[in-house]
């Protein structure tokens, strides 16, 4: 069983919409959790970071940790055609240095 | 700042030749790593380094060896190529310690062929 998994989907939308994007994790020492945005041929960028559990806003996005279900979550809200990437999620433990990425959703707006 | 750069861009092996990728970075990040990115897998670690001279593996290390004599500098080399290393190759760095580490800055990539 893979430590992080999650929905490779693709996920397609229309514009406005509010987007739902979910990974579930089995290690329980995880302590970090991240949302990373990767374009068609580049490399992924960090889009938020949550640390132990609870909800963290940034503009449209909110991120969600709840580490008793083991299952983050990555809300988009007024989905832009911009939004369209690839979505990973990932995790890292405070007494480690590995980072264990999911495996991807890749999301498209229409408009 | 280039922040991290990555050559060659594209390249094309034949089975059992070896190669290196190189990776840089002018950040004077001291945590250094190399994933490799499969259609439906994700992003798997192959190995990294939280400092000059000290490297570990990661999840898919086997055929992969690395080195980092410099802060700056993190080459990866495939020792005798094969098929199933087909694959984008991504180099990232980030400010040491467990605390920063989360915060990833990839380079461009590389997509190594093996035929």
């Known amino acids: 069983q893979k430590e992080v998994e999650q929905d490779p989907g693709p996920l397609s939308v229309p514009e406005g919409a509010i987007v739902s994007l979910n990974c579930t994790y089995s290690?329980?020492?995880?302590?970090?959790f991240m949302w990373y945005r990767q374009y068609s041929r580049k490399g992924p960028e960090l889009l938020m970071y949550t640390y132990s559990s609870g909800n963290k806003e940034d503009g449209r996005f909110t991120a969600q940790v709840d580490k008793s279900s083991k299952y983050i979550s990555l809300f988009i809200r007024d989905s832009q055609p911009s939004d369209s990437a690839t979505y990973l999620c990932a995790m890292m433990a405070s007494s480690a240095s590995k980072i264990i990425f999911g495996s991807g959703t890749r999301l498209s707006i229409r408009p | 700042n280039a922040g991290v750069t990555q050559t060659p861009k594209f390249q094309v092996l034949k089975t059992g030749q070896s190669m290196t990728l190189q990776c840089a970075q002018d950040?004077?990040?001291?945590?250094m790593s190399w994933y490799r990115q499969d259609p439906g897998m994700g992003l798997r670690l192959i190995h990294y380094?939280?400092?000059?001279?000290?490297?570990d593996q990661g999840e898919v290390p086997n055929g992969y060896n690395v080195s980092r004599s410099t802060t700056e500098d993190f080459p990866l080399r495939l020792l005798s190529a094969a098929p199933s290393q087909t694959s984008v190759y991504f180099c990232?760095?980030?400010?040491?310690?467990?605390?920063?580490?989360?915060?990833?800055?990839f380079g461009p990539g590389t997509r190594l062929t093996v035929t």
């Open positions: 950040m004077n990040h001291e945590y």
């Open positions: 290690n329980s020492a995880f302590q970090y």
């Open positions: 990232a760095s980030s400010y040491g310690g467990a605390d920063r580490a989360y915060e990833q800055y």
């Open positions: 380094s939280v400092g000059a001279g000290i490297t």
